[in-house]
């Protein structure tokens, strides 16, 4: 790297230790760190894609039916509404708290929401907006509870766990169920609309956005980095990582097309990734999140408001949860009693867990949401495909979910004594 | 020094349920002078910082920032009106790295966006400017050893344009080339007119670089001295107590055997 050389030249003591290991240029030095990486405990994405590529490989040997076309509308089918639930958790989970009152939180919105544009023939949009916003109340007053009282999160969203689901029975009253009409925002979500009416260009034009945008800005930032003198990704490591895209976005819409398209809940679902990556990782915002989560005392010295942080982030939760609400319960066509089930949380955290989110705090992405909710939608498809019983499910879950946090803690082991954590 | 202290501190008291840790403290750092505040361990030099930091608000007395009684409630009160503290428990993010540390809570932006470029670059040249070995300002501040640490903090006070400018134990982990780095940065702040705190067990460290000695002892005021016309015998007098020092603590624990 040119300007290791510059600053060696001009001090008489540089600033990088010369025992560092620098990695070398081109694709041999990449593959070089991503080896150190792995030995050091730092596994990103990669359990959770082997994972997903044994979970795969075991049902389609089984059973070859699962690579039929239905199966990936099936895993999309099921995965937005408890992966939007899921994203709101990630950002939980980096500040080391959990909220165990999303599902509660959940079935509460969509119950509020079929009572106020079914029963009350309230603009649906209107009524959208207003459940996204007591969504956002809720997990504020429990965020506040939490920040400003010191209740443990823990306990203060188990206390909504339940409580929000009386709420929610209440709302329902004696019918316990609220028929949604399939159009609008409904349709939208129900998993049975698609991206440009399920024409077959609609999935490659999705993939090729994203390997266009990923490769382009990627580039811009190597010029900018290049231009500033500090390290860049070398041009081989970015092809590398947008071939990489590439082969994940155009094999899902190939596949998706093989039925109906693709979904527009999911294209919804991407999008708020995308906006919720960018929030955490290139705002000051995101990065206070991270902060609180790794070292609450120096955030708060460093002039962060811990509170505001906490408050805003349990809001954000409560939003996301009121949106996987609306989404499952689209898909369901109902608001109904089922809409709370405890399940849903455990997935959603299960999902989070399972793509890379560290329960301690302070490590994870958002793409974790997508990833995990993969992972459990395929299983829960294969499942289902080989007609097990849900005694059977329920086991495989709860090793798959056990799995996943005993890589959280073995990775966080590794770390600490490779000093990465 | 005739000029109005840019801080000053009258008659600050601090407790921590039965511990009182401070007790009608007085201080003054004028622009352009390094104060070292010394004491035995638990002397208060600690809370003394924090008060200042707005990490522990203050029970009584009053703090004047040049000349005009403020409140520092927060450290974000502290920050405002520019003072720059490094803590002796550093207080760094371990997941976050170098760079992010420097800049927590004053992340530069660029079109409302997180400009890492600039960041790194001028984390680049602060780290430069100390002399310190980093393997890469983008490893996490968990890999690294005390003493990189130690550094990391001491340059993110560098961060903003600080007007005083607190350093708790700053070379306690240190190594020989690092401690005159860091001592030759005090140099500097005080070269540029800002007010430096300068805590240190070490008293060559102390007579060194500081102009003043002020002298902690259980909380309270035990003098205050200009370094130049003290002797290292009396400040290690009003340190261990005036009346007291370790011949005559000796020569009474003998006396007491002997009873
Ligand atoms: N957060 C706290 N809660 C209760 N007591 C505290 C707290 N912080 C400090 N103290 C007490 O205040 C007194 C002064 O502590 P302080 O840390 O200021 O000492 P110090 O002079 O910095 O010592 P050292 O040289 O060992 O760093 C001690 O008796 C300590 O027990
Ligand atoms: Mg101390």
């Known amino acids: 790297m040119s300007n290791d050389t510059k ?18 240029s081109g694709l041999q030095g990449y593959l070089n760190e991503f080896k150190r990486k792995i030995r050091g405990g730092d596994l990103g994405s990669l359990p959770v894609v082997v994972g997903l590529l044994v ?135 129900s998993g049975n609309s698609f991206f440009l009416g ?46 990489l895209l590439a082969v994940g976005a ?62 805003s982030v349990y809001a954000i939760s409560g939003a996301f949860a009121a949106l996987g ?3 499952i319960a689209s898909t369901t066509s109902a608001a109904g009693q089922a809409g709370a089930d405890p399940n849903n949380l455990m997935m959603a955290i299960a999902a989070a867990v399972i793509g890379g989110t560290s329960l301690f705090g302070g490590r994870g992405r958002v793409w974790s949401a997508l990833l995990g909710m993969l992972v459990i939608s395929s299983i829960q498809a294969g499942l289902y495909m080989l007609g097990l019983n849900l005694d059977i499910q329920y086991m495989i879950m709860g090793v798959v979910l056990l799995a996943a946090v005993v890589v959280d803690s073995l990775s966080r082991r590794t770390q600490k004594s490779s000093g990465r954590a | 020094m005739t000029s109005a202290p840019v801080l000053a501190l009258r008659g600050v008291s ?37 008060t200042i930091a707005g990490v522990h608000p203050i029970d009584e007395g009053a703090i004047e920032w040049e000349g005009r009684e403020v409140h520092i409630n927060r450290p974000q009160d502290a920050q405002h009106l520019g003072v720059a503290t490094v803590y002796q428990d550093l207080a760094l993010c371990d997941n976050l790295d170098v760079v992010n540390n420097l800049f927590l809570g004053r992340e530069l932006r660029r079109r409302g966006v997180l400009d890492e470029v600039a960041m790194e670059q001028k984390s680049r040249e602060l780290l430069d400017t100390l002399s310190i070995r980093i393997p890469s300002v983008r490893i996490p501040i968990a890999s690294l050893s005390g003493g990189q640490r130690q550094v990391v903090a001491i340059a993110r006070s560098l961060i903003g344009e600080p007007k005083v400018v607190i350093l708790d134990e700053p070379t306690a982990a240190l190594g020989v080339e690092q401690t005159a780095q860091v001592l030759d940065l005090v140099e500097r702040l005080r070269e540029r007119g800002l007010g430096v705190i300068l805590i240190s067990h070490n008293m060559a460290d102390v ?9 902690l002892r259980l909380g309270k005021n035990n003098g205050t001295f200009p370094v130049q016309e003290t002797t290292q015998e009396t400040i290690i007098a009003a340190i261990t107590g005036a009346t007291e020092n370790a011949v005559t603590r000796r020569a009474a624990r003998t006396a007491e055997a002997a009873k």
């Open chain 1, 55 to 189: 979970i795969w490989a075991v049902f389609s040997f089984n059973d070859s039916k699962y690579f039929a076309a239905t199966t990936g509308t099936f895993v999309a089918y099921y995965m937005v509404g408890v992966g939007l639930l899921s994203l709101g958790l990630v950002f939980v989970l980096l500040l080391g708290e959990i909220d165990l009152s999303v599902g509660a939180v959940s079935g509460l919105a969509a119950a509020f929401f079929a009572v106020l544009s079914v029963n009350h023939g309230m603009n649906p949009w209107l009524a959208v907006v207003l459940t996204l916003v007591g969504g956002a109340l809720i997990g504020a007053l429990q965020g506040w509870i939490f920040a400003k009282i010191g209740v443990p999160a823990f306990v203060v969203t188990l206390a909504g766990f339940l409580g929000w689901q009386g709420v929610m029975l209440w709302l329902l009253g004696s019918t316990g169920t609220i028929n949604l009409p399939d159009s609008g925002l409904n349709h939208f979500l």
């Open chain 1, 7 to 24: 600053t060696q030249a001009s001090a008489p003591t540089s600033a990088v230790d010369p025992r560092l290991l620098q990695r070398e």
């Open chain 1, 198 to 243: 399920g024409d077959i260009s609609g999935g490659y034009i999705l993939a090729l956005l994203a390997v266009a945008s990923m490769a382009v800005s990627s580039l811009l930032e190597q010029r900018r980095r290049r231009s500033a003198g500090v390290p860049f990704r070398p041009t081989s490591e970015i092809v590398l990582r947008s071939a």
């Open chain 2, 207 to 215: 007579r060194a670089v500081a102009d003043t000695v002020a002298v």
């Open chain 1, 325 to 327: 609400g609306l989404a």
């Open chain 2, 14 to 50: 601090k407790r921590f349920g039965a511990v009182q840790a401070l007790t009608d403290v007085e201080l003054e750092v004028h622009a352009g002078e390094v104060v070292a505040l010394v004491g035995d361990n638990g002397a208060g030099k600690s809370t003394l910082v924090k």
């Open chain 1, 250 to 311: 155009f094999g899902a819409a190939f596949v998706l097309n093989q039925d109906r398209g693709v979904p527009n809940d999911l294209v919804l679902f991407l999008a708020l990734l995308i906006i919720a990556d960018f929030v955490l990782r290139r705002t000051s915002y995101g990065r206070k999140i991270f902060a609180v989560g790794g070292n609450i005392e120096a955030s708060r010295r460093a002039g962060i408001s811990v509170s505001a942080i906490r408050i």
